[in-house]
């Protein structure tokens, strides 16, 4: 038997496409506690909005912890070791969140899931991130986990090719994703936040994808 919510009560894993699942609310109980976390890694390592390789800014802005952090500039994207705004190591991935996706990972089906990476996303009302592939971690065999915090927003999910139909859905506060195997390389993205106020988090979207990359600069 799986993780249950309450006693008697199977937790929901959707199935969204193979190998990629939606775990409703699987965050909920601990939302407060990561929502505390993240700003608290946002004093070491603040959070910002980084410039793409054309020269546009991104409007979701983010920071990292774990090993290496996801960073972007005129040269491109990479995983590196340190915070380029501080020169220092990132802030480590507290246990709780490693705990958490290990869980995530665990039910639906990717057993010992160690993320090395966590980027941390701020979404104000209006960013968005346009269609992508994460596919900046060298290693595709382990999955991707994330969790959704606050406002909710639409996200669009499609095929390992551009020109797939992109399906749209609602994440919600505390909702998981996990996607690995056949689904690792998908293009998605977020569409723009809207208007809205979180109890929680104001008017504010968190979202942390935890990842395991092989890649590393610096
Ligand atoms: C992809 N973040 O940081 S993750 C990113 O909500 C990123 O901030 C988004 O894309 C965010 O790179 C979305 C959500 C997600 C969920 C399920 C997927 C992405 C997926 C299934 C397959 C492929
Ligand atoms: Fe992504």
């Known amino acids: 038997m799986g993780e249950d919510l309450f006693d008697g009560v199977p937790a929901q894993k959707i199935e969204i496409a193979p190998e990629a699942f939606i775990l409703p609310r699987f965050a909920f109980e601990t939302a407060a506690r990561l929502v505390t976390l993240i700003e608290k890694i946002d004093k070491t390592a603040p959070f910002r909005h980084m410039k793409l390789r054309r020269g ?42 490693i705990e958490l996706a290990e869980q995530a990972a665990r039910s639906a089906g990717f057993d010992g899931f160690l993320p090395n990476a966590c980027l941390i996303n701020r979404y104000e009302i209006g960013a968005r991130l346009s269609l992508h592939q994460d596919k900046d971690e060298g290693d595709f065999r382990y999955p991707i986990v994330s969790v959704s915090l606050g406002l909710p927003a639409k996200f669009l999910f499609g095929g390992p090719q ?13 909702d ?14 977020i569409d723009p936040l809207k208007p809205g106020e979180h109890a929680l988090t104001g008017a504010v979207r968190y979202n942390l994808t935890f990842r395991r990359t092989s890649e590393i600069s610096g």
């Open 56 to 97: 546009r800014t991104m409007s979701v802005a983010l920071t990292n912890c774990g090993e290496a952090g996801w960073v972007s500039d005129c040269r491109g994207y990479r995983y590196e070791k340190l915070d380029p705004h501080s020169g220092k190591a990132w802030p480590d991935i507290p246990p709780e969140f």
């Open 162 to 174: 551009r020109s797939d139909k992109v399906k749209r859905m609602i994440l919600s506060h505390g």
């Open 176 to 189: 998981v994703c996990v996607w690995g195997g056949a689904s690792r390389l998908c293009y998605h993205g």
